[in-house]
């Protein structure tokens, strides 16, 4: 059997190869020279893939595009006849202003309304400002006709619930976003000559509350934050009123402790279940061995919602991770039926889904892929005194007790008449005891 002698390769000239090597190296700083600049700005970005492929559905625009990052997505365009009519209706607010006005004043923001995004837009600059115009033009539009209920027989949108709350759905997705600032400046720019008994006289972020959350008084947390687009924003509104302290430095001791039992077993464990009255849906509290929880409703688009805050939160706030150790602690809370239906008996969970297990599906599932920090986990004080809680032999004694003896009026008055009797036997034999020693 005969052997091929490998081919010997031709020795490049020393001098090619330092040419060779010029040209790359002048390639490879031309690349250089096109990156675009890391801005601090950077606050709308592209769900990572890994949390994209847990559940596809909860991150894509259903019915509008809002932004560059799904401009021009064929199954999103039904809407853009509806943007020009808005547009139309936002220019006969203010007929001191014209079409150039606002499309110079984005002009202006634009430099800053791109630096927002997380990847380098390609769009032109007409492009741009014209799409930044059209879609905040709608938004306000829509907000406006939210909340002063005005129905145009022409509206496609408004006298329709459906794609009402689809539309609210679609604003409040991490990748359909635009800048806050420049949604509340030209806001403010059509309605800057007008009195306080006109429609601007509710501004934005009140108007943004009232439509997106359903409450227009606004935690005085507000005053103190820049808000950054309407994720940010309802995440801002769901902030707990005590937050970290920013000067702590976490230790090993912190990283020391492990999550609770589920709801079920708390509740054999004597913990009661209360609903927290507070604004804020993450301020949970655990006093006395009741564990008082915010009122949270489960609808079709809640998985939506609460996946989107957590992307976020986790792209943008990594070190502040209040949403993320919600969901995370609700999906230890939460894993059976029984879990569910405690929580549904006790108010703290309203079910619109209609099916209790698609509940408790929801909260297995919503935390897959997501990571945390156990010594910055915001809930760690809480999951202690749970743990010790569950653990004490006299709590849960004293529920087997409440549980299975005093669980209905007939119950507790027959052990009460059983203890009275008993009671009565041993006196009635004492005194015969007392009786036969006398005698």
């Known amino acids: 059997m005969s052997s091929k002698t490998p081919k010997k390769r031709k020795r490049v000239p020393i001098g090619k190869m330092e040419d060779g090597i010029h040209q790359l190296a002048k390639s490879i700083r031309k690349r250089f020279d096109e990156l675009p600049p890391l801005s601090s700005k950077c606050c709308i970005y592209r769900v990572p893939r890994t949390l994209r492929n847990v559940n596809l559905s909860a991150y894509k625009p259903w019915l509008i595009s809002i932004g560059p990052l799904h401009y021009g997505t064929k199954s999103l365009q039904g809407l853009q006849e509806q943007k020009l009519r808005y547009l139309q ?31 380098n837009i390609t769009l032109s600059s007409d492009e741009f400002v014209e799409m930044m115009l059209l879609d905040s033009c709608f938004i306000i539009e829509f907000f406006l006709n939210w909340y002063w209920e005005t129905l145009d027989e022409d509206d496609r949108i408004f006298g329709k619930p459906s794609l009402e709350h689809v539309i609210r759905r679609d604003l409040l997705l991490v990748e359909n976003q635009l800048p806050f600032f420049v949604l509340e400046n030209l806001y403010d720019l059509v309605f800057e000559d007008d009195d306080e008994s006109s429609e601007s006289s509710i501004p934005f972020s009140d108007l943004t509350s009232e439509v997106l959350i359903g409450k227009r008084e606004l935690p005085k947390r507000f005053k103190r934050r820049e808000i950054l687009h309407f994720v940010d924003f309802l995440r801002t509104y769901f902030l707990p009123r005590v937050l970290r302290d920013p000067n702590y430095v976490p ?3 912190d990283a020391c402790w492990e999550f609770p039992p589920g709801v079920g077993d708390l509740h054999d464990a004597g913990v009661k279940f209360v609903v927290n009255r507070s604004d804020s849906l993450l301020d949970i509290e655990f006093k006395d061995g009741v564990l008082y929880i915010p009122k949270l409703e489960v609808e079709d688009h809640t998985e939506s919602i609460l996946l989107n805050l957590s992307v976020f939160e986790q792209c943008h706030y990594h070190s502040d991770s209040y949403i993320v150790d919600y969901i995370l602690l609700m999906d230890v809370l939460i894993t059976t039926l029984k879990d569910v239906d405690i929580l549904l008996s006790s108010g703290i969970i309203t079910n619109a889904l ?11 599932t919503i935390c897959r892929e997501t990571n945390y920090e156990a010594h910055k986990f915001y809930y760690t004080d809480i999951c202690r005194r749970l743990v010790a809680h569950s653990k004490a032999p006299w709590n849960r004694w004293k529920a087997t007790l409440k549980h ?19 009671i009565l036997t041993v006196v009635q ?11």
Not at 354 to 364: C, D, I, Q, T, Y
Not at 404 to 422: E, H, K, Q
Not at 429 to 439: G, L, N, P, Q, S
Request: proline residues 1%.
């Open 404 to 422: 299975d003896y005093f669980n209905n009026p007939w119950t507790i008055i027959s052990v009460i008449a059983a203890i009275v009797l008993l």
């Open 89 to 119: 209706n936002f220019l006969r607010r203010n007929e001191e202003k014209t079409l150039k006005d606002y499309l110079k004043a984005i002009k202006e923001w634009e430099i800053d309304a791109r630096e927002c995004y997380i990847e």
């Open 354 to 364: 209609g099916n209790n297990e698609e509940v408790a599906h929801l909260f297995n």
């Open 251 to 253: 230790s090993r001791v």
């Open 429 to 439: 034999t004492a005194c015969t005891v007392i009786a036969f020693k006398r005698h």
